[in-house]
């Protein structure tokens, strides 16, 4: 069964519309933790546009389980990355314009760049994980440039229709998985993942966390956030 990772970027998007302090990342990472949560995953964007510096350090020193820092490749991030010592980072790629991650990382196309800012986090013993759509090739890559985990954007299954063409995006997955766990990648996956959609995910062999923001956020607006965590895990 795959654990659940709970980001809590959208916490910090409702703070930031106001400008405020309030609603507090650092307290629904532990809210989440208490329901059940298994991890923490938290988005530093070059724009700063929800997850603030400050969260990222306190969230460090409060996580209890683990702390995933998703951010891009630059050196601003890699820096404060280095700094902060989270469990794990997850390489993703990042454009200003985009309301949320597009697509996964062109591991191929930046196997050099990438292969640097990856020995630089090892060595500083962080686990490194590169967000990337279930293709085989970029599977490759990832292990040889010395990553030790991948998360599969599921992105492409969870807006496929229901029916064939969600099967056949299932299936893609199972796949990547399966031939990541081969190659010795560990095996995460995330991006768009909700109460309806996230079952059959949840119980491909090889995917060890799923990293589920929005919809555990939204459900939290109307019940609480212990309550919509609690959900996803027995949905688990």
């Not at 659940?4 to 703070?15: E, K, S, Y």
């Not at 990438?114 to 990337?132: A, P």
């Not at 995910?201 to 965590?229: C, K, P, T, Y």
Request: no cysteine; proline share 3%.
């Amino acid at each position: 069964m795959a654990t659940l990772g709970v980001n809590v970027d959208h916490i910090a998007t409702i703070r930031q519309a106001r400008g405020g302090k309030e609603p507090e990342p650092v307290h629904a990472a532990g809210l989440a933790e208490i329901a059940g949560a298994k991890g923490i995953t938290a988005h530093l964007r070059e724009d700063r546009r929800h997850i603030q510096d400050r969260d990222i350090y306190l969230l460090k020193q409060t996580v209890t389980t683990h702390l995933n820092l998703e951010m891009a490749a630059t050196e601003e991030i890699v820096k404060i990355a280095v700094d902060v010592l989270p469990f794990m980072v997850t390489l993703v790629p990042e454009k200003r314009t985009e309301i949320t991650t597009e697509g996964g990382l062109a591991v191929r196309e930046q196997e050099k760049e990438l292969s640097k800012v990856i020995e630089t986090f090892r060595s500083n013993n962080i686990l490194v994980s590169l967000f990337i759509m279930p293709d085989l090739n970029d599977i490759k890559s990832a292990r040889r440039i010395g990553a030790t985990h991948v998360e599969l954007h599921t992105g492409p299954y969870s807006n496929a229709a229901v029916g064939v063409a969600q099967q056949e995006q299932l299936e893609t997955l199972k796949n990547a998985a399966f031939f990541a766990n081969k190659l010795g990648l560990h095996v995460n996956a995330g991006h768009g993942l909700n109460y309806q959609n996230v079952t059959a995910v949840s119980q491909l062999n090889f995917v060890e966390e799923l990293n589920i923001g929005h919809s555990i956020i939204s459900r939290a607006a109307m019940v609480g956030l212990d309550r919509a965590v609690r959900d996803m895990i027995s949905i688990l």
